[in-house]
């Protein structure tokens, strides 16, 4: 019963911050890389972040590079993304996914949250 359970979206002004939460259950994240992914309306789901198990090396794409922060706890089963100077572009449902290899293509995941919605608007 492999569950990950993403949790920190809301409503936040341009130039603001929120740290998203993605909580792993049935299997223990350091087995896997995790990613973040986003959709937002009439788009594709895209890769944000990803986090790789063996390394711990990161990646991030270019529209969030020095503004979007991926980090790993592994004692509370738990990877985390902190967003900060957020823009009303980066509005969109956030999806954290585990595979094997660490990915932005969401073809590449296996496993997938619900999404937890993150507003960005004035």
Sequence with gaps: ????????????QPGGSLRLSCAASGFTLDYYAIGWFRQAPGKEREG???????DGSKYYADSV???FTISRDNAKNT????????????????YCAAGGLATMKKDGMDYWGKGTLVTVSS
């Design 48 to 54: 944000v972040s990803c986090i790789s198990s063996r």
């Design 65 to 67: 590079k020095g503004r």
């Design 79 to 94: 990877v985390y993304l902190q967003m900060n100077s957020l823009k009303p572009e980066d509005t969109a449902v956030y």
């Design 1 to 12: 019963q492999l569950q990950l359970v993403e949790s920190g979206g809301g409503l936040v």
